[in-house]
């Protein structure tokens, strides 16, 4: 028999404390699986082996479990993984949709001031970061440092149209329903880098086609990031689950919450005595 039921996951990073923010999307996509039928997985996304840690994925799943989530095991975590990254890597490759970057951050910031110095702006993506300025054709030596990004201009060709989602929750504008992609808006997004196989970007969609994930809860901070995973799951022939972006908790000052926020995290919350439903009622759930 297939398995056909829905299935949810959280895939939150053990590079710091988990906060009110982590705590809302964890329970919205537990209670959506649970009323669903449906089933509920955990991810670990620790590719970032300098920041993440045993001990901080330790406390991390302490406070999910103390919150009254469970999960299916056994846990995905990707660093054990790259090995599929690295395959999923080499197929875009062998496309010629992958080129070695070379440029380093000072080097792109010197070039963007250059341009926006001369009267004209430089072309950002949502996140207000400059888009990358180099291309294909640079050059560099072999034992230079070196990022892998997605020639944009040759996938947007190859993918022939522009790709589309369903949005079952609502983008910064509203967004709801079907939902044309704009991946170009993000430029030649890094997809690899020479000591690590893999990006967020590239193995978000991977893992989630490998876990069988069909819907997608996360926040909304997300849903313009929605547009190049799409389009990396049509160059991969990967299936495409349906999206729900929701709601942000958000500081005093309105200002997105991080895990530097001590006075948000999971752990300081409990230590001061906060329980369970505290929680859920301080997110509004």
């Not at 299935?7 to 988990?18: C, E, I, K, T, Y």
């Not at 089933?39 to 799943?61: N, Y």
């Not at 070196?146 to 509203?174: K, N, T, V």
Request: net charge negative; proline share 6%.
């Amino acid at each position: 028999m297939t398995d056909d039921r829905p299935v949810f996951r959280f895939a939150p990073s053990p590079n710091g404390a988990l906060h009110l923010g982590h705590a809302y999307s964890a329970i919205l996509n537990f209670e959506m699986a649970r009323e669903s039928g449906g089933r509920f997985l955990l991810r670990v996304e620790d590719i970032d082996t300098e920041r993440c840690s045993p001990a901080l994925e330790r406390a991390m799943l302490d406070d999910l479990a103390w919150l009254g989530l469970s999960w299916e095991e056994r846990v995905r975590r990707q660093s054990e993984h790259f090995a599929d990254y690295e395959k999923a890597l080499d197929a875009l490759e062998a496309e010629g949709l992958v080129y070695r970057a070379y440029l380093s951050r000072s080097e792109i910031r010197r070039l963007v001031e250059a341009h926006e110095t001369a009267g004209t702006p430089w072309p950002r993506d949502p996140d207000g970061a400059p888009l990358y300025p180099g291309s294909r054709e640079e050059c560099g030596d072999d034992d230079a440092p070196y990022l892998l990004r997605l020639d944009m201009e040759r996938a947007l060709a190859w993918r022939g149209e522009a790709p589309e989602w369903i949005e079952e929750g609502s983008g910064p504008d509203g967004q709801s329903g079907p939902v044309s992609a704009d991946p170009a808006a993000w430029g030649d997004v890094v997809l690899a880098r020479r000591d690590t196989p893999t990006s967020y970007n590239l193995s978000v969609v991977l893992d989630d086609a490998l876990q069988g994930v069909t819907h997608v809860v996360r926040g909304r901070d997300l849903f313009h990031a929605t547009s190049v995973h799409v389009l990396l799951q049509d160059l991969l022939g990967l299936p495409r689950p349906r999206y729900f972006h929701h709601d942000l908790v958000l500081a005093e000052d309105g200002r997105k919450l991080s895990k530097s926020n001590r006075d948000t995290s999971l752990q300081s919350l409990r230590a001061a005595g906060a329980t369970p439903e505290d929680i859920r009622r301080m997110i509004g759930l």
